[in-house]
């Protein structure tokens, strides 16, 4: 969900983010089991929208979703504890973060990144995993000056092993009964 900037930077004054999330609760009756995220409301956490009251106060909001590309390995876990205490009860997970491809070696961050989210139980999914780029389709993130997060899933970054570590780590959070 994502409302206008000025919207976000203004504490979402005309209730858009509750009133789509209150929209989406009634489409869904009483299926609790199915949460009503916000999408990474504003974008990355970087805008100041992700914790706005208009959210956390918001009682059709079940889980609120972070968006983060800041790149900076390994402090995933300094950022949870605070995350959760913004969130006024919300699940919190981690919907979109990527590893700046221009910046960072994805074969090393990518395992080392998931291994210290799963140290800390933050539920997450990165952003673009990429088929194999073909002659039709050449497209290289390290070449792509406004988006350089994507992975090819052949492209040697062991995907499998920290993302199969995460089943074995408890959830900083109790996500029973919604997540299986």
């Known amino acids: 969900m994502t409302p206008s ?7 979402d004054p005309y209730g858009w983010a509750c009133g789509r999330a209150r929209q989406l609760r009634n489409l869904l009756g009483s299926n609790r089991a199915t949460l009503v995220s916000t999408g990474g409301l504003g974008g990355d956490i970087s805008h100041s929208c992700t914790f706005l009251p208009a959210v956390t106060k ?4 079940d889980a609120i979703s ?7 390995p390994g402090r995933w876990s300094d950022s949870l504890s605070g995350w ?4 006024n009860g919300k699940k919190v997970y981690l919907e979109e973060w990527g590893i700046d491809s221009t910046r960072y070696d994805q074969k090393s961050a990518f395992v080392s990144e998931v291994n ?4 800390v139980g933050l539920p997450s999914m990165y952003w673009q995993i990429l088929p194999p780029a073909t002659s039709s389709c050449p497209y290289n993130p390290s070449q792509d000056s406004g988006d350089p ?7 040697g970054v062991d995907l ?3 993302m199969k570590g995460a089943t074995n780590v408890q959830a900083a959070q109790d996500w029973t009964g919604s997540v299986y």
């Open 58 to 61: 918001c009682d059709a909001v």
């Open 116 to 119: 210290n989210m799963n140290s």
């Open 149 to 155: 997060f994507g992975i090819f899933y052949n492209s």
């Open 5 to 11: 900037g000025s919207n976000c930077k203004n504490g």
């Open 84 to 87: 959760i205490s913004q969130s």
């Open 66 to 72: 972070i968006h983060r590309y800041a790149s900076v």
């Open 160 to 162: 499998a092993s920290p």
